[in-house]
């Protein structure tokens, strides 16, 4: 009996079932087809463009097609569909024509840029004319790519958000990498989906609690450490203690970790009791005495965030005291800090700075965390993510290609050969070859198999860094 488990890591195994039929249903003598990939729209004006490099390295690049894929294909094709469609022919011309790497060439906007949607991002065609069912064979996967960008967009305008708070009332940025702390691993859908969105959080931050991203940078991003994390309890650690010993779990976080962050979730009975009298009674002394840069970061869980998080600087300002920052705005000192990782959205975090910039609050005594809306509640739709034919050679003719559905406009594709071009700052999409492709901003990053173009993730980073960080005059 063949292999079962196999299959799983083949590349002709990651395709929607409908398109192993679709070697049949072009033109006769269709040489070229060439698709592009674009966010038509969406919640976010403009897409952080990331993740694409992942995919190609995690699937296409190399010698991906092998006459063991092959033989499996036709067997679980021949009974999935009942009837004989797998384009066998196709595959071994691919193996003995081109050794098992991909005829395509993939142009695309360099990772990290952010892109004003409605504009193409990346485009495919095949450089065998034998192979023009390849295009869209994968757009299945590459489409894929939707997920860390919309991960990295929807992270990003968070980035913005609390960036133009600490400016408003921080004396500096400087902590802003560090500001938004991935919580998402448990919530994502699997170690992969983390590991990918993961990685798109960091490439706007720095604190991660997600293992998978920092191994999934590291493995396709070449980054030794994408990001970081301190010691912090969880209730299991606080509440074995028992209700009694509440103060006892508290001391003992104290002395297992006497330098620097960390952070104690404080929430487990009464927080308020927790911050009044533990933190800022019974354990005060303990709490200013740590060495050097000792900070205490106080972990609320639960509640209404903006009310709990200002009611807890409240008391803790009132225990340890306060200063006024040059902006005028109160800050604790730096032996204790709250980090509010309950409800924490790009729809929640402006209101919770809004109301604490009231409460005449820094932005720098808090950071925030974030999970399920950092790394899950976000879909292809979020940003309108779709891969669409433009072009194509049939009997040796070039013809533009496009759909325009009565029903639904906004879903019209581009026409033809796309190149992505700036012009004073902003970019404009050129369609039915009418670019120059000297200046496109696409750049071939991957051809006939090999990856042309590897972007290390601090090359990401600074593509993808926001306005208000990278003007020098504000600090
Ligand atoms: O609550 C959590 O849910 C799930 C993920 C981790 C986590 C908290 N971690 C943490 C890290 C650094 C400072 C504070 C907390």
């Known amino acids: ?28 003598n269709t040489s070229i087809v060439y698709s592009y990939f674009e966010s038509r729209g969406g919640k976010f004006p403009a897409t952080c463009f990331f993740g694409l490099q992942y995919i190609l390295k995690r699937w296409l690049v190399g010698q991906v097609v092998t006459r063991e894929k092959i033989e499996e294909a036709r067997e679980i094709f021949q009974l999935h569909f009942g009837q004989n469609v797998f384009n066998e022919e196709g595959w071994n011309y691919i193996l003995e024509h081109h050794n098992g790497y991909l005829p395509l060439r993939i142009k ?68 802003l990498p560090f500001k938004l702390h991935d919580f998402g691993f448990r919530g994502s859908s699997s170690v992969e989906s983390a590991g990918i969105g993961g990685m798109a959080h960091l490439v706007n931050f720095q604190g991660t609690d997600t293992i998978a991203a920092v191994t999934t940078a590291r493995k396709f991003y070449g980054c030794p450490m994408a990001g970081f994390s301190i010691p912090a309890a969880e209730h299991s650690t606080i509440t074995s203690w028992g209700v009694d010993r509440e ?18 979730v404080s929430d487990s009975y009464d927080i308020w009791h927790a911050c009044g009298k533990l933190w ?7 709490v200013e005495d740590r060495g050097e840069n000792g900070t205490l970061v106080v972990r609320p869980d639960s509640g209404d965030p903006s009310e709990v998080v200002i009611k807890v600087l409240n008391i803790l300002g009132e225990k340890f005291g306060t200063s006024s920052n040059t902006k005028g705005y109160k800050v604790l ?28 609050w820094s932005t720098d005594m808090v950071t925030f965390g974030s999970g ?73 990053v991957f051809e006939n198999g090999k990856l042309l173009k590897d972007f290390d993730f601090a090359e990401v980073r600074k593509n993808a860094e926001i306005d208000l960080v990278k003007k020098k005059s504000d600090s």
Not at 375 to 385: A, E, G
């Open 333 to 360: 000192p730096s032996c204790v800090r709250v980090i509010q990782g309950d409800g924490i959205s790009y729809e929640t975090v402006a209101q919770i700075l809004e109301n604490l910039k009231k409460s005449k």
């Open 1 to 28: 009996m063949a292999d079962l488990a196999a299959g799983l890591d083949s590349v002709l195994l990651i395709a929607d079932s409908y398109k192993v039929t679709h070697h049949r249903q072009y033109p006769p």
């Open 108 to 175: 695309a906007v360099p990772e990290g840029t952010v892109v004003p949607t409605k504009n193409v991002l990346f485009t495919v065609e095949n450089t065998d004319p034998k192979c023009y069912w390849l295009t869209n064979y994968f757009e299945t996967v590459l489409v894929q790519a939707w997920y860390p960008m919309t991960v990295a967009t929807n992270s990003r305008a968070q980035k913005e958000i609390i960036a133009r708070y600490l400016h408003e009332t921080s004396d500096s940025t400087a902590g």
């Open 247 to 264: 103060k006892e779990a508290f001391q003992n976080m104290l002395t297992q970790f006497p330098t620097g962050l960390m952070a104690c």
């Open 280 to 286: 800022g009674e019974e354990l005060k002394q303990l």
């Open 372 to 444: 399920g809306a950092l790394l899950q509640r976000l879909d292809r739709d979020t940003q309108k993510c779709a891969y669409k034919c433009s072009y194509a050679v049939i009997d040796g003719k070039e013809v533009s290609v496009f759909k325009d559905p009565v029903t639904d406009h906004g879903k019209k594709s581009k026409k033809g050969r796309l190149t992505l071009e700036c012009h004073n700052g902003k970019f404009v999409t050129y369609e039915e070859g009418k670019g120059d492709p000297n200046k496109d901003i696409m750049q071939v």
